[in-house]
């Protein structure tokens, strides 16, 4: 039904649309796992081709909420790399009071359940770099192979970044599960998701990726201050407290080699990123929110007195 309608006025947005995001959840997790030749292949290609449109539908949506702002960003390398930084600032989410409030007032049982959404909504930057990189142009290129090596440990398994959060996920006690996780949370794995995945996508994944690596590192080092505050050991909060930290070389070095060096070449890109910017940061808001409301009760606006 049209979205003029009186239905379509009621459809929540989807980034709240709990049963779309836990159906592209269930399909994102069981497609990008490691599969094994089917004989009844013709009928799981019509199945993919039912979910890739409800995907894209889902992404055009929110993505067209993002297209205008992301239209004003310079075509010129330096003044785009100025634009992007100053996301930072003026990005959808930053800032948020959140934050200070983990940091300073969460009890253990609420970061369990912080830490629970986190990690269910976690698509796995290590994958995505790896899937965004395809065909990039060179100088981009090996700045994200750089970026993907410190995601794996520069090849030493304790010091991949996944498995940290896992520690921390097993330390915390928490079980992450689709039906009981927020659906921005959900909404947010998935846009990462389908932004990799898809190539129609590439320059929005590439600065989806690139805003997380610009502004996570005052959220992990809230978070970090959180964990320590309640005693979680330095072995298990070690995924935030490397973030909050390493991420500030990531950004500088995805900002100099990645985004400047593509709009360089190819201007057009930029308004791209920055669409894919925009989405990701959204997202993270819109997590934002939700989790505020489940902390504060209301709308989540301000932090109980």
Known sequence: MPDGTLMGRLRPHPHHDHALQAKLAHWNRARLAPQIPQSDWRNAFDDE??????EREFIEQTRAAQSERAAMAPREPQAFVAWFEALK???????DALFPWLAERATLEEMRWFVEQEAA???GF???????QVKMPTRAKLELARNYWDEMGRGNAKGMHGPMLDALVQALRVTPHIETTLAPSLALGNTMAALATNRAYAYHAIGALGVIELTAPGRATLVSEALRRLKVSAKARHYFDLHAVLDIKHSEAWNREVFASIVATTPEAGRYIAEGALMRLQCGADCFDAYRSHFWGGDGARAPA
């Open 49 to 54: 081709r039912n979910m890739l449109v409800i």
């Open 126 to 132: 290590d994958d995505l770099v790896a899937m965004s």
């Open 121 to 123: 909504g976690e698509a």
């Open 89 to 95: 600032e003026n990005g959808q989410g930053q800032g």
